[in-house]
């Protein structure tokens, strides 16, 4: 059910990260210090990890209470874009390990502070490098040379016209500074195209007249692989791929996932490769999340987060050690002798009906109702619209029975999201 | 590997504690408050999978930086055993549910608090029972009729010896008020039988003259049985039990314990009967640890914890719903569809080599080189003989391979344990 291999040697090395000899307790003694930069339902679960390894664990965000930061041992509210706030941070709290969470931050502060002796995972340029999207597409493509589908870069509303004319309809919008759904659209038609530029061009994490047209993919399957760069018992540093991760979504955003998703093993081992081909090339130490379309026995790469990825919320059911589990792990300077069993699971969102502060739910009850069901609500102090409030997982028998418990606890979950106070 | 009933009807029936239903967030409305009373690693866990289940949690205990403090919502230290202090922060908290998690506290007050219209779980007088063997066991063996070792009370050292001498030697000789480990002693001849007295009567939360004297039991097997009080989704009380759990211990405190613990159906099905029939009595709603002996095909009740057992710890590998995540699911009111399959796995403790302050720990990364293990560690900010300071998990694909790597694993870490500062 998993693959793995041992790939070493890399482009770019961990910096400042070594395996851990000894270390103290929190808040009294000398405890590895984890500074999360994004305090969200993916730190959260990173961050009780890293408390049961003994670490002491500061979650910073740019908003008070945000899920992480209600099991950190402290919390900070900056603006991460803002290099000054993060620099005084750092050198406040001294951390032992930077982690980034989100990918709004100021990362070329995060290289400066990784030049200046300060450990981030997986390490800086991973985290710059993997939040533009022409640059991780020319990685892969050109450095990595693994297959991905066809793709251009636009710098105006003309320039966008003519690679789509090129790429052919239906095509792919993309901001260049996100690598989630916000401000892609799929143009199926050239009277959609100004509309779609605008909305890549202003969508990103900034506005940028820059965007990515991307081959729009029939894909038979869209995967993810967990791929978890860490120490071996040696102290050397190796790559381990976890079983395939299959996601679906209405939208362009993460809404299901379930593990393991089975292919035949051509397919499966070039799943394998490309991720370790990609990551390897990023460096450092810490989970990633290769993203690749499967269509017939072709398998294109995607994307990369240099983090947890959001489809692998289904391992909290389907490994023992779950991504986050991992990702803590790994940073910490500890080591792994995976791969490990998979068992059939599936997970499923929980979305903010609307726009409001305090949610209030409802359906949880009939939720946990259902056998092999478990809820994770990430106690958000507001939700709006697409928003993640929650998340069902489920284990089955097979992946199908997985998903469909999941998908019906988490609809009963959110079908009675009401707000204690709604929006104005 | 799993035995469930579907037993409903008790003597203690829950009091004030209900499904849930709509419900809010931490923080900021109306969540679920859990006042943890007592705040171990047990509590941690416990306090961890209600954050999950999006409840805010406050953690109490007599000393400062204790495990679940540093998870939870908001942390007070006070003795839990002074009944105006406790009063006063139930009063100031409002928690909608009052977990116990030790048992030095005041349970007489918890039991005015119960009257008062607060919440107690499993209820205040299951609290106040077990931690009475007098009157745990005579409920066992008198109201539940369940078989035990045969035992008599002595309230001096002159009954003492007519009752050692009634069940021969050896005997144990236990205080009365206490469930773990301090206090006991065995007594092979009369001429132990002082010292024995003076440990047992000393030796419980509070001195008391009268001790517990029991028939010594030549086990085969030393057993514990989770047994959960949870709502169905119908919203009746129902009681699942776990697959066994076997443990060992050199002395008289936990030191290891693995799951599934096999046996012949006769010996599963009573260990099932015993257990339900004490928990039905203690009635209310939550996980019980309910300790067994096997002794060829005879099982015989020997105490139950009325909270997530020790020898449980296993379940964070054993079991998808760990002992903690089920007890935090039952006190806040959801329901629970078990038993669950159940996955090879033991657990081994790390205990303080001697009195310090901010343990340091050299061993972990040996510990973590070996495959299927996990380390928790409880950042407790002091160290004393005995005390444990963290413990190893191991899954395996077979329970005694998993006792293997669980045990070297823990000895890495236990035997590198340090303090920055230490006893003078």
């Given at each position: 059910m998993t693959a793995s291999t041992g790939s070493e040697g890399t482009a770019l090395a961990p910096r400042?990260?070594?395996?851990?000899?000894r270390f103290g307790t929190p808040l009294v003694g000398s405890a590895p210090r984890l500074m999360l930069l994004g305090s969200g339902e993916i730190g959260r679960e990173v961050a009780i990890e890293a408390i049961r390894l003994g670490a002491e664990v500061i979650a910073v965000d740019r908003?008070?209470?945000a899920p992480a930061m209600q099991v950190a041992h402290r919390a900070y509210v900056i603006p991460m874009t803002d290099r000054a706030a993060l620099r005084a941070l750092v050198e406040s709290e001294h951390p032992d390990v930077i982690v980034p969470e989100?990918?709004?931050?100021?990362t070329n502060e995060l290289v400066r502070l990784e030049s200046d002796g300060w450990t981030v995972v997986p390490n800086a340029e991973a985290t710059r490098v993997t939040m533009d999207r022409e640059r991780i597409r020319r990685l892969a493509a050109?450095?990595?040379r693994v297959p991905t589908s066809r793709f251009a870069f636009a710098d105006t509303l003309e320039e966008a016209r003519r690679c789509a004319a090129d790429l052919g309809f239906p095509c792919v919008f993309k901001s260049i500074?996100?690598?989630?759904?916000?401000g892609m659209s799929v143009v199926r038609?050239?009277?959609?195209l100004a509309r779609a530029y605008q909305e890549a061009s202003e969508g990103g994490r900034v506005p940028n007249p820059r965007i990515m047209i991307e081959e729009f993919v029939r894909f038979d399957a869209e995967v993810t692989v967990l791929t978890l760069r860490h120490w071996t018992s040696a102290g050397t540093v190796a790559t381990t791929t976890m079983a395939p991760i299959g996601h679906a979504r209405?939208?362009?955003?993460?809404h299901e996932s379930w593990q393991p998703a089975e292919f035949p093993s051509p397919v499966g081992d070039e799943l394998t490769r490309i991720a370790v081909a990609v990551t390897d090339r990023l460096g450092g130490i810490g989970m990633f999340g290769v993203e690749c379309f499967v269509r017939g026995s072709d398998v294109l790469f995607s994307e990369v987060s240099p983090?947890?990825?959001?489809?692998?919320?289904?391992t909290l059911a389907s490994?023992?050690?779950?991504e986050f589990a991992l990702h803590a792990r790994a940073v910490l300077g500890f080591p792994y002798s995976g791969p490990e069993p998979t068992s059939p699971a599936a997970a499923h969102v929980i979305l903010s009906p609307g726009t409001g502060t305090a949610p209030t739910f409802g359906g949880a009850f009939r939720g946990l109702s259902l056998p092999g069901v478990r809820l994770f609500l990430f106690g958000k102090p507001e939700g709006f619209p697409d928003r993640r409030l929650g998340v069902a997982v489920a284990r089955g028998s097979t992946v199908q029975e997985a998903r469909t418990k999941a998908a019906e606890a988490a609809h009963a979950v959110e079908s009675t999201i009401r707000f204690e106070r709604a929006a104005p």
């Open positions: 400042g990260v070594r395996p851990r000899a908003y008070e209470h989100i990918e709004q931050i100021d050109e450095s990595a500074t996100s690598s989630s759904g916000h038609e050239p009277g959609a209405p939208g362009t955003l993460y983090r947890p990825h959001d489809t692998g919320l289904v490994q023992w050690n779950s």
